[in-house]
């Protein structure tokens, strides 16, 4: 199944029926308004049947209307402005109890990460780490909370952490410089994409580095360049996405490497309470 659904439907546009070609056009000119729909509210969007949005999906290559609304949904949300993002939640969610939609729709998306995430590429990202000469972790602007968290969890086990915070583009690879073959880069990026971030994984890939890329899927940039791949599903929450299936993740990963290294790192914060509590970095009840 070709990744970029837009050139897909461009190459197919001339087989395509008038009603399907209505679909193909809302699609890719009003995909804010209709990659949330379901298929029968397309359909009605577009005037055309349920089942011929449904034979639509298929002719793309999808088993189904909902596999290809989470591709479309994926490709799009790299696309939304922050008033596009905020507009279309207000559609989705509008009025009544938040909290609790906001909350409900969160634990679906830790569910559906649970469901579809890759074992292996986990295991191989959690031997990755512990087999790193250096271990590079970089993510800017919202993913930028979720690098720093890893890095100060990890920083508290290892002491080959490099933090990459780019500002400009050329500090990237000013701080990358001598990544190679020996070291890993955990990089993170949710839509919309940051081209800090691809260019830092395609330099570290390109110099032979393991990449552990932590994104919302498949199509992702990052994906092309990633050693081990973590999918975990976010969704627009207003102007921001929500990121709580990634940290889920990132905790997941802290843990695994907790067990793997159980003695290493029991030494190491025995030593880190005695400075604690001699300095008084903790308030003491």
């Given amino acids: ?17 008038k009603g399907q070609k209505r679909i193909a056009d809302a699609i890719l000119y009003e995909y804010d308004k209709t990659a ?21 999906a298929n002719e793309l290559g999808f088993d189904g209307y909902p596999e290809f609304q989470r591709a479309v949904q994926e490709l799009v949300r790299a696309k939304l402005t922050p008033n596009q993002r905020i507009e279309l939640t207000d559609s989705r969610i509008g009025g009544g109890d938040i909290l609790e939609k906001v909350m409900f729709s969160d634990i679906e998306k830790i569910k559906y990460t649970y469901e579809n995430i890759d074992r292996k590429a986990f295991s191989d990202a959690v031997d990755a780490i512990l087999n790193a000469k250096n271990i590079y972790i970089t993510g ?12 100060f969890n990890l920083s508290m ?6 933090f990459v915070q780019p500002t400009s ?10 990544i190679g073959s020996s070291d890993v880069m955990i990089a993170i990026s ?29 199509i992702s940039p990052l994906a092309e360049h990633a050693t081990c791949l973590l999918t975990a599903q976010s969704d627009m ?27 290493e790192v029991t030494e190491r914060f025995d030593k880190l309470e005695r400075i604690w509590d001699e300095y008084d970095v903790y308030a003491k009840r």
């Fill in 169 to 178: 583009s050329s500090e990237v690879f000013e701080q990358i410089l001598n």
């Fill in 237 to 263: 929450a207003s102007f921001v996405d929500s990121l709580v299936a990634p940290l889920s993740i990132i905790n997941a990963i802290i843990v695994a490497v907790t067990q793997r290294k159980k003695k």
């Fill in 140 to 151: 800017v602007r919202s993913s930028a909370s979720l690098a720093s968290f890893l890095n």
């Fill in 36 to 56: 949330f729909m379901t298929a029968a509210k397309l359909g009605v969007f577009v005037g055309v049947s349920e089942s011929t949005v449904v034979r639509f």
């Fill in 190 to 218: 949710f839509p919309r994409y940051s081209t800090k971030i691809i260019n830092a994984v395609r330099f570290a890939h390109q110099n032979g580095a393991n990449v552990i890329a932590l994104t919302d899927s498949a």
């Fill in 1 to 17: 199944m070709e990744n970029n659904i837009s050139k897909k439907i461009a190459e197919l546009m001339p087989t395509f029926s």
């Fill in 157 to 162: 086990i290892f002491d080959n952490i490099k």
